[in-house]
């Protein structure tokens, strides 16, 4: 089992930065893929970005891409996601979710385990 909680949501005007963090607690970090999703209102969960369990492998969705960016800090058991030059578009609850698999996944049912989620609101 693993334990997720997200941090760093607000309230961003458009064109600002946002860094997520999610720290995680229970099982070994290191051993978990993770992921970033975002959910807004009347949508359905879609993928934002996704690492593999080491670091070395990146995905993202194509809206996140050239502005977000995924990392990891297996010494201090966190994921982030840098959130550059956003859209109000990009308001949702963002999620982080671990995957018991060592490779890059971008599906929500590849995922295990989730946090309660952290809100992020971008102004026009």
């Known amino acids: 089992q693993v334990q997720l909680v997200e941090s760093g949501g607000g309230l961003v005007q458009a064109g600002g930065s946002l860094r997520l963090s999610c720290a995680t607690s229970?099982?070994?970090?290191?051993?978990?893929?993770m992921g970033w999703f975002r959910q807004a209102p009347g949508k359905d969960r879609e993928f934002v970005a996704a690492?593999?369990?080491?670091?070395?492998?990146?995905y993202y969705a194509d809206s996140g891409k050239g502005r977000f960016t995924i990392s990891r800090d297996n010494g201090k058991n966190t994921l982030y996601l840098q959130m550059n030059s956003l859209k109000p578009e990009d308001t949702a609850v963002y999620y982080c979710?671990?995957?018991?698999?060592?490779?890059?996944?971008?599906?929500?049912?590849?995922?295990?385990?989730w946090g309660q989620g952290t809100q992020v609101t971008v102004s026009s």
């Open positions: 979710a671990a995957a018991d698999t060592i490779l890059v996944v971008t599906t929500a049912p590849d995922y295990a385990y």
């Open positions: 229970g099982r070994t970090f290191s051993s978990y893929a």
């Open positions: 690492i593999s369990w080491i670091g070395g492998n990146t």
